[in-house]
């Protein structure tokens, strides 16, 4: 079910993710077991429980819970992208049995609940996540809607783990030298922009929001990639998107599997931590 209440993303917001998502469902890594177990106690215990889960891309954070919490009543999935809300869907639908789903295309910000039928009630959500989306979202404008739709005793999750641009190895470091070779030195965060580093922390976004009860746990996560998986990442990424080369994108990943194959012999490692910051307004945790 999709509901259209909401005003529509703008084109450039849409463009950015739209031709990653069939690349970003194949080799993205999922949300680590821990964090997830952590995002479900969450729900334990709550008359059937929402989701609300803020640049769903291709539904992992929704995906896990799915899983991982047996009784989750609704899911409430919100993206600017159509072409991520189609993956979402389809990785959804197999395993929703009663739990139902809306799938809203829309600015996080923006969102809105549908509005009830006659004699329903508005879902409101006991869990919001921003998994790996909060850094493109108006931080401080979208912890405010999460305070106007939020259940009371909700919790907001922020939660990701980096990308192979920030993290800092000998193979990383020599990729991204790479890229940068081809489309310069600054990160590019899409055919327009180039990425900004968020003015403030999430934390303190947090402090100025509604949900000022803070806290933050980290999960070490231990990768090993392939040159093929690599090469398959980053065409799912704003930073090294195909387009972004536009017809040296061929060359581009010739080099790229060159250059990783050399670094093969030890393995591709990724130490990554994944961070997730719970919070919760002030006297409502349980
Ligand atoms: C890096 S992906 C993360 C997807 C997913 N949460 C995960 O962890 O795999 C970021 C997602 O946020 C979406 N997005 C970006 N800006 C958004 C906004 N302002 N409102 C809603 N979704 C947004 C993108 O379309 C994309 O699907």
């Known amino acids: 079910m999709t509901h259209s209440s909401v005003p529509a993303?703008?084109?450039d917001q849409e463009s950015l993710f739209a031709a990653a998502a069939a690349d970003y469902a194949r080799y993205r890594p999922g949300v680590p077991e821990a964090a997830v177990?952590?995002?479900?106690?969450?729900?334990?215990?709550?008359?059937?429980?929402?989701l609300?889960?803020?640049?769903?891309g291709?539904?992992?954070?929704?995906?896990?819970?799915?899983h991982a919490v047996p009784g989750l009543a609704h899911i409430e999935a919100v993206d600017v992208s159509r072409q991520m809300l189609d993956r979402a869907r389809d990785a959804l639908a197999p395993v929703l049995g009663r739990c139902t789903l809306t799938l809203v295309h829309a600015a996080a910000d923006e969102y809105r609940p549908p509005a009830p039928q006659p004699g329903e009630v508005v879902r409101q959500p006991d869990l919001i996540t921003c998994c790996r989306s909060?850094?493109?979202?108006?931080?401080?404008?979208?912890?405010?809607?999460?305070?106007?739709?939020?259940?009371?005793?909700?919790?907001?999750?922020?939660?990701?783990?980096?990308?192979?641009?920030?993290?800092?190895?000998?193979?990383?470091?020599?990729?991204?030298?790479?890229?940068?070779?081809?489309?310069?030195?600054?990160r590019r965060a899409g055919t327009h922009a180039t990425y900004t580093e968020p003015r403030r922390s999430y934390q303190e976004d947090l402090a100025t929001s509604a949900f000022t009860d803070v806290s933050e746990y980290r999960y070490p996560v231990a990768r090993t990639?392939?040159?093929?998986?690599?090469?398959?990442?980053?065409?799912?990424?704003?930073?090294?998107?195909?387009?972004?080369?536009?017809?040296r994108h061929e060359a581009f990943?010739?080099?790229?599997?060159?250059l990783l194959d050399t670094y093969t012999r030890?393995?591709?490692?990724?130490?990554a931590v994944f961070t997730v910051l719970l919070a919760r307004r002030p006297g409502t945790a349980s």
Not at 52 to 56: I, M, P, S
Not at 253 to 258: I, M
Request: net charge negative; aromatic share 8%.
């Open 266 to 271: 030890d393995a591709l490692q990724e130490e």
């Open 9 to 11: 993303p703008s084109p």
């Open 58 to 66: 291709t539904g992992q954070v929704p995906l896990a819970l799915r």
């Open 37 to 50: 177990r952590l995002l479900a106690d969450v729900l334990r215990g709550r008359p059937d429980p929402v």
């Open 253 to 258: 990943e010739a080099e790229a599997r060159q």
């Open 52 to 56: 609300l889960d803020l640049g769903t």
């Open 134 to 186: 909060y850094h493109w979202m108006p931080g401080p404008a979208v912890l405010a809607m999460a305070d106007r739709v939020a259940a009371p005793g909700a919790a907001v999750a922020i939660m990701g783990d980096g990308s192979l641009w920030s993290h800092d190895s000998e193979w990383t470091r020599a990729l991204r030298e790479l890229i940068q070779a081809y489309l310069g030195s600054e």
């Open 225 to 247: 990639w392939t040159p093929a998986a690599v090469v398959g990442y980053l065409r799912s990424t704003s930073f090294a998107h195909p387009d972004l080369f536009q017809e």
